[in-house]
Nanobody
Framework: QVHLVESGGGLVQAGDSLRLSCTAS????????MGWYRQAPGKEREFVAA????????YYADSVRGRFTISRDNAKDVVHLQMNILKPEDTAVYYC???????????????????????RGKGTLVTVSS
């Protein structure tokens, strides 16, 4: 059974940074895609970032590109999301997600929204005050 636990959320001011982490267990995730979604109050869930199995290829939503960085540590089955220059519109519950599919076409489809990373955690709240 896939188990994902997010940490690192909190209340920060605009312009600050936060680092989210997600520890995965229950499988060997070395060949899995890993990523993050977020859902703001009253809005639909949206894709934030993803990384392929090796960590070499990263993908971002336009709204966070250049401010957020996704990385993974396969030795520890952990994925991180470094969030810099946070804005009030980044306020949301952030969900870690993984999927055994990790090919480039699949992750590109995740970015477009035509596919999703199937396993998700319970989320961690990030609140950015202005």
């Amino acid at each position: 059974q896939v188990h994902l636990v997010e940490s690192g959320g909190g209340l920060v001011q605009a312009g600050d940074s936060l680092r989210l982490s997600c520890t995965a267990s229950g499988r060997d995730f070395d060949t899995w895609a890993m990523g993050w979604y977020r859902q703001a109050p009253g809005k639909e869930r949206e894709f934030v970032a993803a990384v392929n199995w090796s960590g070499e290829d990263t993908y971002y939503a336009d709204s966070v590109r250049g401010r957020f960085t996704i990385s993974r540590d396969n030795a520890k089955d952990v994925v991180h999301l470094q969030m810099n220059i946070l804005k009030p519109e980044d306020t949301a519950v952030y969900y870690c997600a993984v999927d055994p599919r990790s090919g480039t076409p699949f992750i590109q489809a995740v970015v477009r929204g035509t596919q999703t990373l199937d396993f998700r955690g319970k989320g961690t709240l990030v609140t950015v005050s202005s």
